[in-house]
């Protein structure tokens, strides 16, 4: 059995263009300044899930899940896991190397993490491990996290970073900023919508799968994936 933790504009005398036309000239301008200045500042992100996500679960609030693998790859796995979940644990240590060796290594199959946290606890940790992933080190990270399940205080969290290679004054002004936690936050809600009531659960294409499966049951669901492609 898989194994889960459950404005009014005055006309004025015409003397060639119109106040109200050089008024729409200034506003239009202004508005075309706006919204570069809003691009620049990244104001407006893009809120788009990667091409063959049926799913929607490849965006995490405002940015892109963690996503390794060959993006053109025939077969999408997204993982919904919870820090805090044991069995979640067990799956990060003994099934996704095998996963990693056998079909994202191969290019068979791109793998993402859908961020996601059942407590205010797990989410915070969820929010950490996506500043670890702005600096290209999130997988790295989010191994540790399982294999150190449970020290999730702050010194543990940059002390972890460290072990990875991490910038720890950039990552530890990212955690204590709170920048990934409304993310985070849209990210668990989304999987929820979607169906995810335990972790850890799965979407290999559209279908859920609820729990650690054994690597061979895995296995068959992704042959049958690719099969179909």
Known sequence: MPRVQRKVIKRGRRQGASTGVILLVIGGAVVVVAVIIALA????????ALANDPTGLSLC????????????????????????????????????????????????????VHSFGFGSETKQVAAASLCAGDQNKFFEYHALLFKNQGAFDANSLASYAQQVGIDVQSFSACVNSGKHLADVDASSKAAQVAGVEATPSFFIGNKLIVGALSFSEFQSRFEAALKSK
Do not use: W
Request: net charge positive.
């Open 41 to 48: 500042s990244g104001m407006f992100k893009p809120k788009t």
């Open 61 to 112: 609030g405002n940015i892109p899940c963690p996503i390794k693998g060959d993006l053109n790859a025939p077969v999408t796995m997204i993982e919904v896991s919870d820090y805090g979940c044991s069995h979640c644990r067990d799956y990060s240590r003994d099934i996704e190397p095998k996963i990693e060796e056998q079909y994202i290594k191969t290019g068979k199959v791109r793998y993402i």
